[in-house]
């Protein structure tokens, strides 16, 4: 909601989970790893033990990819640049078309800055789970839709189900009948959110091994209406994580429909959507525009055509951005955007990432600015950015060219 009402439903909510995490993240700051145990009542915490984990979606475009496009006035003859005065043509835009329905790109995506053995802290990204073309519905509802495929199948007589003679997924699958009908309604394009819940489960586990926090790291995801629901709470319980979700305990936001979960509209206390996903989002831009020149064939092309090219785009781009150091930067940020939050009472915060996405850094990256930043404040840097393999030859052949 973004209210600046500190008397609002919303407001009192995050003032109140903002509490509860300044409380535990200040016990956290004098206990040991060892020490950070899991209990049901406001345990320890530090930003190193916690893995964050959130959706991104990336809609079609056709034609040109990037929002921004450099056309440049050359001579005809020669192709190097010079002024229309002097008979120079400018290079012809590239088209773009806008499309009603534009299909899109589906993920989750997860990042954690964890404790090496030897006080260390690295910034480490998960692998992506791809649910592109699929529709994401809560436990409940998917137990639902199954439990209707296998009674459907007893009524079908064609195809194959001639021989299961009205008996259905069991007459044909015997003992993997429910995994069967699991698949179908996969097939079909809905997933269940236990399934994302197992990929963050999994991953989250290789994140922190070998970490300090390797038994004891916590999972934080918003505010999915999905993830919340009782039944999929329930699965997540069953795999062990119960009390290890970062979440409202105790008498925290107890009476409201926030207890026992987090208040939606919180980027703020959420590296991905904060900051994070802006930095991947670079990244693509920039390799889309590094292998425009590639044929549309050509698989180390960057495009952002159909669900499956973004899909294919996104999750390279994510292999390279965000570097581990920004990880670092934004994770072990969060103790400090929780005072911020503590000290307006709940409302949203304009100073921390301007709830834009965009990180509002010193130059210096040694502390927030209070107002959005002027360009000497703005960071630069000179250096080769960080690029995939697919878009490497590209870069280089561009750096090999003349300079006019």
């Not at 994401?136 to 189900?161: C, H, I, P, Q, Y």
């Not at 960057?302 to 999750?315: I, N, Q, Y």
């Not at 100073?351 to 509002?360: H, K, L, M, Q, V």
Request: charge should be positive; include cysteine.
């Amino acid at each position: 909601s973004g209210s600046t009402d500190p008397d609002s439903a919303w407001s009192k909510a995050r003032l109140a989970m903002a509490t509860q995490l300044q409380q535990q993240f200040r016990l956290g700051s004098s206990a040991t790893p060892s020490r950070c145990r899991v209990s049901l009542i406001s345990p320890p915490l530090q930003p190193q033990q916690i893995a964050y984990w959130d959706e991104s979606h990336r809609r079609v475009r056709l034609g040109a990819s990037n929002k921004v496009e450099v056309i440049v006035c050359r001579d005809p003859k020669t192709g190097l640049r010079c002024s229309p005065d002097d008979g120079g043509e400018w290079s012809a835009r590239r088209p773009s078309t806008t499309i009603k329905y534009p299909g899109e790109s589906r993920h989750l995506f997860g990042v954690a800055a964890v404790e090496l053995r030897d006080g260390t802290i690295v910034g480490r990204r998960a692998a992506p789970f791809d649910y592109t073309g699929k529709k994401v519905v809560g436990a409940a509802s998917f137990n639902a839709l199954v439990k209707r495929e296998m009674a459907d199948a007893k009524k079908r007589t064609g195809g194959k189900w001639r021989s299961a003679n009205g008996g259905g997924y069991e007459a044909l699958y015997g003992q993997t009948a429910l995994a069967e009908a699991t698949s179908a309604i996969n097939r079909g394009g809905t997933i269940s959110v236990t399934d994302l819940m197992d990929h963050a489960i999994t991953e989250s586990q290789i994140l922190f091994e070998g970490t300090a926090h390797q038994n004891n790291w916590f999972l934080y995801h918003d505010a999915l209406s999905a993830w919340w629901e009782k039944e999929a709470q329930a699965y997540l319980a069953s795999r062990g994580l119960a009390n290890r979700q970062v979440r409202a305990l105790g008498a925290t936001n107890a009476g409201t429909r926030y207890a026992g979960r987090l208040p939606g509209d919180s980027p703020e206390m959420m590296p991905p959507d904060c900051s994070l996903f802006a930095d991947t989002e670079n990244a693509l831009r920039l390799h889309i525009a590094l292998t425009c020149g590639l044929s549309r064939d050509d698989p180390q092309r960057f495009s952002t055509g159909t669900p499956r090219e973004v899909a294919s785009s996104v999750e390279r781009a994510w292999s390279v951005a965000p570097t581990a150091e920004r990880i670092v930067q934004d994770c072990m940020a969060i103790p400090g955007r929780v005072d911020k939050i503590v000290a307006a009472k709940g409302v949203a915060v304009p100073d921390i990432a301007f709830r834009t996405g965009r990180r509002a850094l010193s130059a210096k990256g040694d502390r927030e600015l209070k107002a959005p930043p002027r360009k000497r404040q703005r960071k630069a840097s000179h250096s080769a950015p960080l690029l995939h393999p697919d878009a490497q030859q590209s870069w280089d052949d561009r750096a090999a060219a003349p300079v006019e």
